[in-house]
């Protein structure tokens, strides 16, 4: 069988069973109607099965579990996601949207994706760097200069925002500092032999916990909103950072705001990234505090009114 057919037939393995607690049986008639089925079989071959368990365990570390009380196969960690950690929640929801690309490969004209920018050609040679503590030597695009230019780069970690993936480490043009760089302005990219120490104060977690996006130009502060009804559902259902706190009736009574809206704390820096987002609420949300940022989203609205006004 090839390669690319015994990939997907784990990626269906764990769509499947990840779905719920499941018998041989029930897995087998999933099987029997599965597009992944090129061979028409009518039941999951047993040995296969049990081979094809040990090797997800041992690319994905991903383990099936059987309940010997009932027989059912199940995946316990993607039923408490609490357990996971963000890597493996990550190659799970891949891997779920990839079986359900192979279930559906006749409707590839009635599902429509965003375009992933470029760069992530580059992310085996980086990811190895990464693990095996080694400079790159890499030519990067400046937007601003409009210009390439080479730097050894000692890559810490990498973090993926809006679908667009950036290089966190030390650059030799800014020593002693931690830089944040974006794979898709990445012109060429070289392994080297030169080792690199990550220091050991650096946290990927930390480094981010108090931003929204990549960049982290402000300090952290308590950023207040207050926002429809139908602006607040976006926001519980989709939280825009984890510091996101839903103030309830009686706390947000303390606070002057206009009735039915409901008020949001987020410690967090207003970055250009965080500003942005709440942008896209438009008038369905306004900052509380502090006032140095309300006054900026005043004046950036009257700017884009100004810019408008003009051009009628």
């Known amino acids: 069988m090839a390669p690319t057919h015994v990939f997907k037939t784990y990626v269906w393995l764990v769509d499947t069973i990840a779905s719920g607690h499941l018998t041989k049986r029930d897995i087998d008639r999933r099987w029997a109607r599965s597009n992944v089925n090129i061979f028409g ?13 040990e090797d997800i365990q041992a690319l994905f570390g991903i383990e099936i579990h059987c309940n010997r009380k009932t027989n059912h196969y199940y995946i316990s960690e993607a039923n408490d996601k609490k357990e996971l950690n963000s890597m493996r929640r990550w190659i799970i929801t891949a891997l779920h949207m990839q079986a359900t690309m192979d279930e559906a490969e006749d409707m590839e004209d009635s599902i429509l994706f965003e375009e992933i920018p470029g760069g992530t050609q580059y992310l085996t040679t980086i990811m190895r760097s990464i693990r095996e503590k080694k400079q790159l030597l890499i030519t990067y695009h400046n937007f ?118 409901v008020l949001f704390d987020f410690y967090v820096a207003p970055t250009f990234d965080f500003i942005q987002q709440l942008r896209t609420f438009g008038a369905e949300l306004r900052v509380l505090a502090p006032l140095s940022l309300a006054e900026k989203m005043v004046e950036d609205a009257k700017q884009t009114l100004a810019a408008y006004q003009s051009a009628l």
């Open 144 to 261: 601003d200069r409009d210009n390439d230019y080479d730097m050894f780069f000692s890559p810490y970690c990498l973090k993926v925002f809006k679908q667009r993936w950036y290089i966190v480490g030390e650059a030799s043009t800014h020593p002693q500092e931690i830089r944040v760089y974006a794979l898709d302005r990445i012109r060429d990219v070289h392994a080297l032999d030169t080792d690199f120490e990550v220091p050991e104060s650096f946290s990927p977690k930390q480094f981010f916990a108090s931003y929204y996006g990549v960049f982290r130009s402000e300090q952290p502060c308590l950023i207040r909103i207050a926002v429809t009804p139908r602006a607040a559902n976006f926001l519980r259902t989709l939280p825009l950072h984890t510091s996101q706190h839903e103030l309830k009736e009686k706390e947000a009574s303390q606070f002057a705001h206009e009735q039915g809206q």
């Open 41 to 53: 079989e009518t039941e999951f071959p047993l040995r296969k099965f049990h081979r094809y368990k």
